[in-house]
């Protein structure tokens, strides 16, 4: 446990330096599949953001990092688990009825997929100004359009392009569009789903720059979710690994990039391409996860895929256990 | 600035498909017809004149004359009010109905669906126009009566058009952002689906109403309904069809003309509608 936190005895393992903004506990979505088994997308996750804080959550395609994401924003309603927000549950209510709460304005979502999640009908004004109209109650017009003015100006997007609707668009102004939407109501946490994933190359950079700059001037705090660790690195300063909807390792950013305990990590880091590494021997996965309809409760879900696993992790599930200096890790042999 | 974007974005729409214009240019004709029918026309359309019975196309009878000697072109012209007035009550209603009941049924899905879908099936179930028969036949015969049937029998594609629209935008990324803003299931469905889907339905609801048209004038055709001497085109057709053999031609061909115009207008509107309406092709 860090030193410098100011809760450590309250704290659960990996608590963030600072205030806490949001906290999951235990938190577990689970699907009825066809066929009768259930499947287990989010396996009770323990997860804190602190305020101002950037945490960036990575793990492979299928992991349950978008229905965690969904669940954190209240867009989705979890099994079991509950997520205190400043101390309030509100995975007390419904989802349903959590989009008429005063809270909703402060958990904000920038989409993975700008093109469809902006409405075709719409007019950029008409997207960014919606959720200020709902959420904040602003009736007043002229102070509406300097809301939206002010929102699209931070997201650096022309102010000639908010009479335009989105498909005349390019794919960087309607990532600025969902950006603007997202921030315009001034939320405390933007969760970034993979934000830049449908970008090319160049405008990735240019919005990650854009995200990198909003959150030093505004102070929000961020998730971010991605599955490139490099596009993590530049932004977070803590991470969280997910496999098969379990947490599996947590650090700050440079421990983890330095000193990854998790075979999974490893194997993550040993994935990114770097030339200076040529010739060296990775340490690589080999095959799929397992299936996370009903996994085996013993047993590490990372087992059969594991180049350190033994009988044990097949018997006994690791439970995510502090490694030093903020830095917690769910493996036997960590 | 929202005027000049409007006239420019119709401009746009007439410009990109030229039949449209020839489709307004009847409609306006027709509407013209609606509205002011029983001053522009030349004669009485009620009035009979045992001297000019079954006259021939000439100069003072340009449509000729019926059996009982009224003048063909002053009954179509005083018909466009009743066969317009009674298919587009009929297509407005059942556009309303369907868009409410379909798009309830695509967003909230469950016992909704279900109940709705099988009530919409059951009415498919039947051949569509004895239905629309039977219906009038049981309520009684007045126009009335006929614009409930031919919504009846239309209710069932609008709805299923609604639902289909709604179910696959239901789970867009557009519409979990809407959620996401603070907007409520209803008027998620309102605000956020129903403005994208209003364009396809717009163009199924001009597609739909030569269909109402021929609902309409078919009924009376047969004898329910409107009943004579109202001119309407349904019965002046059916009055005229005792003359094919006679040879009296234009007292079918002219009536039916009307109805082959206003259906012809009605389908090329369709297109152009779309255009107008749909916002990817706005300008």
Redesign the interface.
Known sequence: MDIADPNPFGALPGTAVGVTLLEAQALSMRYKVAGGGMLHAVDSVDLTIGSGECVGLVGESGCGKSTLVRLL?R?ADPTSGRILLDGQDIAAVS??RF??MPQ??RI??V???PS???????RVFQSIA??LR??LGLKDQTKLIERVRRAAELVGLPPELI?R?P?QLSGGQRARV?IA?AIAPEPSLLILDEPTSALDVSVQAVILRLLADLQARLGMSYLFVSHDLNVVRLLCSRIVVMYLGRVVEMAPAEALFTGARHPYTQALLGAIPDPAKRGEIRSRLDGSPRSPIDPDPNACRFHGRCPKGTERCATEMPRLTPAGQGHVVACHFA | ?RATTLTRNIGHAFGENRLTLVAVAILLLLLLCAAFGTVLAPYNPLMTDGTAKLVAPCMAHPFGTDALGRDILSRVVVAARLDLGMAISAVVLSFAGGLALGSAAGYFGGWTDRVIGRVMDTIMAFPLFVLAMGIVAALGNSVLNIVIATMIINLPFYCRFARGEVNVRRE???I??????????L?VLT??IV??ILPPMMVQASLNMGWAILNAAGLSFIGLGVRPPTPEWGIMVSEGASNIISGEWWTFVFPGAALVLAVFCFNLLGDGLRDLLD??R?I
Do not use: I, K, T, W
Not at chain 2, 176 to 185: D, I, L, P, T, V
């Open positions: 924003a867009l989802q349903a989009a008429g909703r304005a904000q979502v989409f993975q997929d469809e999640s902006l409405n075709p009908a719409f919606d959720p709902r959420l009479e609707y498909h969902g939407r | 600035m867009m990324g557009y979990e952002a809407a959620r996401m803003g603070g907007n409520r299931a008027q605000n956020h403005p994208n916002p990817r706005r």
